[in-house]
């Protein structure tokens, strides 16, 4: 007789989504000046209407030849649940209202989640402007 065991599963307890950290880099064409940019990874605090800890990079891969515009990376501090969540929107509709008059826009956004985890994803919000790359 042949006697087969069912290994067991553990079942591991998921995190919340409210205990998720996350961070988030915004690649964006600004109206040049209307940010002060610091170097890359090393950021210029943004003030004004923006949360505390976010801050303006520059980014090697980011180029536009439209005039009056600079390529910027906006970095999120360390972000956690709905709290994080309601600082991406806030900051989401301070550079829609940068750019509304000025159009280039948002040209992707990247996120990374945590603790330790190896989710991430980059995707666009608004197509490039075709002269912006």
Request: with cysteine.
């Amino acid at each position: 007789m042949c006697q087969t065991t069912t290994p067991r599963q553990r079942q591991v307890k998921s995190a919340k989504a409210a205990e998720l950290t996350f961070g988030i880099e915004i690649e964006c064409f600004l109206p040049r000046g209307s940010v002060r940019v610091g170097g890359y990874h090393r950021g210029a605090r943004l003030g004004g209407d923006f949360p505390a800890g976010w801050n303006a990079q520059s980014d090697s891969s980011l180029h536009t030849t439209l005039r009056n515009y600079q390529a910027v990376e906006i970095v999120s501090p360390i972000l956690k649940g709905a709290d994080g969540l309601a600082q991406v929107r806030q900051v989401a509709a301070i550079l829609k209202r940068m750019t509304s008059l000025t159009k280039p826009g948002i040209r992707s956004i990247s996120t990374g989640i945590g603790p330790g985890s190896a989710i991430s994803g980059a995707g666009a919000i608004s197509p490039p402007h075709k002269s912006m790359v």
